[in-house]
């Protein structure tokens, strides 16, 4: 079956300490992206990547970092720079084509980080 | 002014009953929309798709005014099942095209 994984579910780790998100589609989507929810809050992008080796910022980036090394996946690392990591992780994935018809966005299970 | 507002509820309705969302967004230029549900502590999942003046996939009817705006989702005949929040999506344009922008979603009770 098609579809966007995320790994681990749940992630705890101590404050000061990096961590990485998993997210892998096998979707052949050109376009990935990391969101993050907060508790009554709607999805802030993080970073999106529409192509292979190239990524861009988006609104809450600081603190974060990313690489998109392989088409199928788009790693999200949580730097001990991000004040308030504890948060809802969401990867996403679409067909790019310069349409806006075509950006419906898939997501994968999300990631569930609480640091201690 | 954000990019999509929403109203985020919460909306608490009875089984049967009808109900109405709205949301405005600011980016006159953007052509199509999207409705997602997202189900407690899960991942949102696309619901409709709007392209032109509305849309309809059974309970569910989707609309769009451009003139003023706004989308709404409209659902008939609530079910239990329905309980969910409800997110309003707007695609990016020019230099942002690829992004999509969510609104914060508006919250809906289905009670017995």
């Not at chain 1, 681990?8 to 404050?15: D, G, V």
């Not at chain 1, 990935?32 to 529409?50: K, N």
């Not at chain 1, 970092?65 to 990867?91: H, M, W």
Request: net charge neutral; with cysteine.
């Amino acid at each position: 079956d098609g579809g966007i994984t995320q790994s681990p579910k749940y992630l705890f780790r101590k404050e000061g300490q990096n961590v990485t998100l998993s997210c892998e589609q096998n979707l052949n989507h050109d376009a990935m992206y990391w969101y993050r929810q907060d508790p009554g809050q709607g999805l802030r992008l993080i970073y999106y990547s529409q192509i292979v080796n190239d990524f861009q910022k988006g609104d809450i980036a600081e603190g974060y970092s990313v690489s998109r090394e392989k088409k199928e996946s788009f790693p999200l690392t949580v730097t001990s720079a991000q004040k308030n990591p504890t948060a809802f992780y969401l990867c996403a994935s679409s067909i790019t084509s310069g349409s806006e018809i075509d950006n419906e966005q898939f997501f994968g299970p999300g990631t569930r980080l609480t640091v201690l | 002014r954000k990019e999509v507002e929403q109203d985020p509820g919460p909306f608490n309705v009875p089984e049967g009953a009808t109900v109405a969302f709205n949301c405005t967004y600011s980016n006159s230029a953007s052509q199509s929309f999207f409705w997602y549900r997202q189900d407690c502590r899960k991942e949102p999942k696309l619901l409709m798709s709007v392209y032109s003046s509305g849309n309809e996939d059974g309970r569910f009817t989707a609309q769009l005014n451009r003139a003023s705006q706004y989308i709404s989702l409209l659902i008939r005949d609530s079910k239990l099942s329905d309980s969910a929040t409800y997110l309003c999506v707007v695609p990016g344009g020019g230099s942002t095209l690829g992004r999509l922008y969510f609104g914060r979603g508006t919250q809906l009770t289905v009670w017995p």
